[in-house]
C-alpha cells in the first residue's frame, strides 16, 4: 500500500506564491517517478509537472517559467514550488506516484489565487 499527503496549500494573492509538499509512505522500495496533477470542478485533471527517476522534468506550458518541481529521495517527498500565482492557477493539487505502471493519488490540497 501506497501513501501519499499532500500539503502547503492555501489562499495566495495574484503574483504570490506557495510550496506544495507531497510525503510519500508504505510500500516505497526505491525511487520512482512522481508528479503533481491539478483539477478544477468540471475539467479534467491536468498534469502541472513530473520529475523522473533520474530527476528530469516536464512542465505543462501555462506553468512553464513558473512552477518548479524536485525531490528529496531519502524523503520520499516531492515539492512544487509555485511562483508568480495567477487566478487560473486555483485548483485542487493532487500528487501521484507511478509504481508498477500502477497510479497513486493523494487527497488533494486547494490552492486558492484571489485577491
Known amino acids: 500500500q501506497v501513501r501519499l499527503v499532500e500539503s502547503g496549500g492555501g489562499l495566495v494573492q495574484p503574483g504570490g506564491s506557495l510550496r506544495l509538499s507531497c510525503a510519500a509512505s508504505g510500500s516505497i522500495f526505491g525511487i520512482y517517478p512522481m508528479a503533481w496533477y491539478r483539477q478544477v470542478p468540471g475539467k479534467e485533471r491536468e498534469l502541472v509537472a513530473r520529475i523522473g527517476l533520474g530527476g528530469s522534468t516536464i512542465y505543462a506550458t501555462s506553468v512553464k517559467g513558473r512552477f518548479t518541481i524536485s525531490r528529496d529521495n531519502a524523503q520520499n517527498t516531492v515539492y512544487l514550488q509555485m511562483n508568480s500565482l495567477k487566478h487560473e492557477d486555483t485548483a485542487v493539487y493532487y500528487c501521484?506516484?507511478?509504481?508498477?505502471?500502477?497510479?497513486?493519488w493523494g487527497k488533494g490540497t486547494l490552492v486558492t489565487v484571489s485577491s
Open positions: 501521484d506516484l507511478i509504481k508498477n505502471d500502477v497510479n497513486y
